[in-house]
Nanobody, 116 residues
């Protein structure tokens, strides 16, 4: 059974930093790209960041580029999203995602709240 569990969310002041983690199980972690999305209250889910299966290639949404860094540690079945210079508009539930051909898996998310 594929599971994704996010952690690390919380309340932080604008300008601060947080590190989110997503631990996967039930699949060969090193064989798949991983992604983070976020969903703010009343808004659609949006793409945040992607890392390729080897952890060597990343890409980011324009809104977070230069502030967020995604890394993959396949030995720990974990991806980490380091977020810095946080803004109130980064407030959202952050969700980890993996696309295993034919099926799309999501974690339950972790809430990030950035105060002014």
């Amino acid at each position: 059974q594929v599971t994704l569990v996010e952690s690390g969310g919380g309340l932080v002041q604008a300008g601060g930093s947080l590190r989110l983690s997503c631990r996967g199980s039930g699949f060969t972690f090193s064989s798949y790209d991983m992604r983070w999305f976020r969903q703010a209250p009343g808004k659609d889910r949006e793409f945040v960041a992607h890392v390729n299966l080897k952890g060597l290639i990343t890409n980011y949404a324009y809104s977070v580029k230069g502030r967020f860094t995604l890394s993959k540690e396949s030995s720990k079945n974990t991806v980490a999203l380091q977020m810095s210079s946080l803004k109130p508009e980064d407030t959202a539930v952050y969700l980890c995602q993996v696309d295993i051909p034919g099926l799309n898996y999501w974690g339950k998310g972790t809430l990030v709240t950035v105060s002014t």
